[in-house]
């Protein structure tokens, strides 16, 4: 049974920094997607950011030269920094892997930018 456990959320000012972490736990195929997906209330859940195992990434365009994704494979977790935040990040970020047909998630974390 593979998990996600997100952590590294909080409560920050505007222009302020954060990283998130998740690691998981279980069998993983070596081939993979990890990434980061955010929702606001009231709002759809939306990508934020993917790493594909071979290290190519992909941001939404409104995180594009302030957030950065990054992995280690061999703790088998992924990593979000996210530097000059803004009231419009406000939401609970989810950790998301996916591997042939499987796809997981895990519980969220709250990330607040105050203005």
């Known amino acids: 049974q593979v998990q996600l456990v997100e952590s590294g959320g909080g409560l920050v000012q505007t222009g302020g920094s954060l990283t998130l972490s998740c690691a998981a736990s279980?069998?993983?195929?070596?081939?993979?997607?990890m990434g980061w997906y955010r929702q606001a209330p009231g709002k759809q859940r939306e990508l934020v950011a993917g790493?594909?195992?071979?290290?190519?990434?992909n941001y939404a365009d409104s995180v594009k030269g302030r957030f950065t994704v990054s992995r280690d494979d061999a703790k088998k977790s992924v990593y979000l920094q996210m530097n000059a935040l803004k009231p419009e990040d406000t939401a609970v970020y989810y950790c998301?892997?996916?591997?042939?047909?499987?796809?997981?998630w895990g519980q969220g974390t709250q990330v607040t930018v105050s203005s």
């Open positions: 790493i594909f195992s071979g290290g190519r990434t």
């Open positions: 998301n892997l996916k591997f042939l047909r499987y796809e997981y």
């Open positions: 279980g069998s993983i195929f070596n081939i993979n997607t």
